[in-house]
Nanobody, 126 residues
Framework: QVQLVESGGGLVQAGGSLRLSCAGS????????MGWFRQAPGKEREFVAA????????RYTDSVKGRFTISRDNAKNTVYLQMNSLKPEDTGVYYC???????????????????WGQGTQVTVSS
């Protein structure tokens, strides 16, 4: 059974940085796409970034390009989201997601992911 555990959230001032971690267990993730999504109060969960474990291809939503970096550590079975130049609009609960069968056109679609973590809160103050 796949388990995903996020950590690294917190409160930070605008312009600051945080690094989120998503530790995976229960499977070998070599064929998986790993995604980060976020959900602000009263809003739908939205795509932030994703990485194909094998090969390391990445995708980002436009609003975080140049500020966020997704990466993975094979030895630790962990995916990271480095977030720099944070803005108040980045505030939300950040979720890690995984799936072994997503085609490249659906990485942005939360419905395509079968496995989810419990989320970690990120709050950016102005």
């Amino acid at each position: 059974q796949v388990q995903l555990v996020e950590s690294g959230g917190g409160l930070v001032q605008a312009g600051g940085s945080l690094r989120l971690s998503c530790a995976g267990s229960g499977r070998t993730f070599s064929s998986y796409v790993m995604g980060w999504f976020r959900q602000a109060p009263g809003k739908e969960r939205e795509f932030v970034a994703a990485i194909r474990w094998s090969g390391g291809t990445t995708r980002y939503t436009d609003s975080v390009k140049g500020r966020f970096t997704i990466s993975r550590d094979n030895a630790k079975n962990t995916v990271y989201l480095q977030m720099n130049s944070l803005k108040p609009e980045d505030t939300g609960v950040y979720y890690c997601a995984a799936d072994p069968r997503i085609n490249s056109g659906a990485w942005w679609d939360r419905r395509a992911y079968d496995y989810w973590g419990q989320g970690t809160q990120v709050t950016v103050s102005s």
